[in-house]
């Protein structure tokens, strides 16, 4: 029990310097920029994916928390959310690393995650934008959007307070996370994975979409572990977005979008998983 509250602290905690510097850039872009500026940052998204895809597979979930936040004002594409998304590592790197698994097989995982990841993204900003070819999507302003009331207290304290405030939400549903896990047992939560057949891809891929590092863990874990096939653990990292999944849902106030966007990073984890224990 003590663990449990102990990493939902440290998870919040942790995340903190990436909500701050999100925010600021969000405030800056609010206040600082004209909206002739903005709209030119608006019309130039095109490559985001790319980006997106990259800088996800860096080992840290924090980048996707601030996707989370960047697409919520706008910033950046649907595409791009879900490229880093798909691609994002959270905690197998580390994990991987500490067994001492090859760098090739890690450089491979990474590699394809982000591979996914920027495809994916590419794909659902050209059926994006081609369904909302006529629609003009602005940047959103944080304050307008978030309805705080914060508007005239200058960037860094305006930022600091947002940061606190999506910080408190975050350890309070990381803590309510642990608990469940804690109630339920590690343990049962591997067992599942451990039935070879095809229920073992959407079991994986919904453990994956745990909001905090225990669905990576749990994944990386029993894979190392032989219990389960490569495509079934690419599949079930592929849906780890980390904390990322969960400040979508509490900052974008659309529901039928971030249902969307969810469905997306799931089937698309069952689809690969599938298909890379079939053909390999």
Do not use: W
Not at 142 to 149: A, N
Not at 255 to 279: A, M, P, Q, R, W
Request: proline share 2%.
């Amino acid at each position: 029990m003590k663990d449990c509250l102990m990493d939902g602290l440290l998870d919040t905690v942790k995340l903190l310097p990436y909500l701050l510097i999100t925010f600021l850039l969000l405030e800056f872009i609010e206040h600082k920029l004209s909206k002739k500026n903005q709209k030119v940052l608006s019309n130039n998204k095109k490559y985001g994916p790319f980006v997106g895809g990259i800088f996800g597979a860096l080992p840290q979930c924090g980048f996707s928390s601030m996707a989370a936040n960047l697409f919520s004002a706008r910033v950046i594409t649907m595409g791009t959310l879900i490229a880093v998304f798909l691609s994002t590592s959270d905690e197998m790197l580390p994990i991987m690393l500490s067994e001492k698994c090859s760098p090739i097989l890690l450089f491979k995982i990474i590699g394809f995650k982000v591979l996914i990841g920027i495809t994916i993204g590419f794909i659902i900003d050209l059926i994006y934008r081609k369904n909302n070819s006529s629609k003009n999507e602005e940047i959103k302003e944080l304050c307008e959007h978030d309805h705080c009331g914060c508007e005239h207290d200058g960037i860094i304290l305006s930022s600091i307070k947002h940061t606190l405030k999506i910080g408190f939400f975050i350890l309070v549903v990381n803590l309510i996370i642990n608990l469940i896990i804690f109630k339920v047992g590690e343990n049962n939560l591997s067992n599942l994975l451990h039935h070879k057949n095809i229920l073992s891809y959407f079991i994986a891929c919904l453990i994956g979409l745990i909001p905090n590092c225990a669905g990576s863990v749990i994944i990386t874990e029993v894979y190392l572990a032989k219990f389960i096939t490569v495509g079934t653990m690419i599949g079930g990292l592929l849906t780890g977005s980390g904390l990322g999944i969960l400040l979508l849902f509490k900052t974008n106030k659309n529901l039928k979008e971030n249902l969307s966007i969810l469905s997306i990073i799931y089937f698309t984890g069952v689809i690969i998983g599938f298909l890379i224990d079939l053909f390999i």
